[in-house]
């Protein structure tokens, strides 16, 4: 059973996202892991953190991870992007998307467990922001986004319980 072991806020700058965005309809058996798969096999990941021309570990804390970014607005699609944030003024590859985001504070909430449990705690880990006095907040149109961070070594190195860690951040009020 996953369990939300840490909670902070964290600020970050203006950021780029660059990736593809997804919606409901490309979910396989309920997911996108199949969408993962692809990204991976093709080395689009590569193909972004190419053009990206600074240091990229002056960005911001956790910079390097894979982002699971999702938008959802009442009455509107769900979207699901996946990809990873850059510095704003990063060139979009041919067949990427992008989404700009201003200088934020996110709140950041850690689940632990096996990789399988980790998944779908958005609104586990908004209820407990909530809780610990943050205010989530939407976009100026109305939209809540929110995203998966795959911060390494945490996602990627298992403990010696074959527990992960999983980040779950939520834009919030400072």
Not at 12 to 41: L, Q, T, V
Not at 115 to 142: Q, S, T
């Amino acid at each position: 059973m996953a369990e939300i072991v840490n909670t902070y806020m964290q600020s970050i700058p203006a950021m780029r996202f660059i990736g593809k965005k997804y919606g409901d309809d490309d979910r396989i058996n309920g997911n996108f892991s199949e969408k993962w798969m692809e990204w991976f096999k093709n080395n689009w990941f590569s193909t972004i953190e190419k053009q990206i021309s600074v240091n990229i570990d002056e960005i911001y804390k956790d910079n390097d991870a894979y982002i699971g970014l999702m938008r959802w607005k009442e009455g509107e699609p769900f979207e699901y992007w996946i990809g990873i944030f850059t510095p704003g003024t990063t060139p979009v590859p041919e067949g990427f998307k992008y989404v700009d985001f201003p200088k934020s504070v996110l709140g950041v909430c850690w689940v632990y467990g096996k990789e399988g449990d980790v998944y779908v705690k958005e609104d586990k880990c908004a209820a407990k922001l909530g809780e610990e006095g943050y205010k989530i907040i939407p976009d100026e149109k109305g939209a809540w986004w929110f995203f998966e961070r795959y911060a390494c070594p945490r996602f990627t190195t298992p403990d010696d319980s074959g527990n992960i860690i999983l980040d779950i951040c939520h834009y919030i009020e400072l």
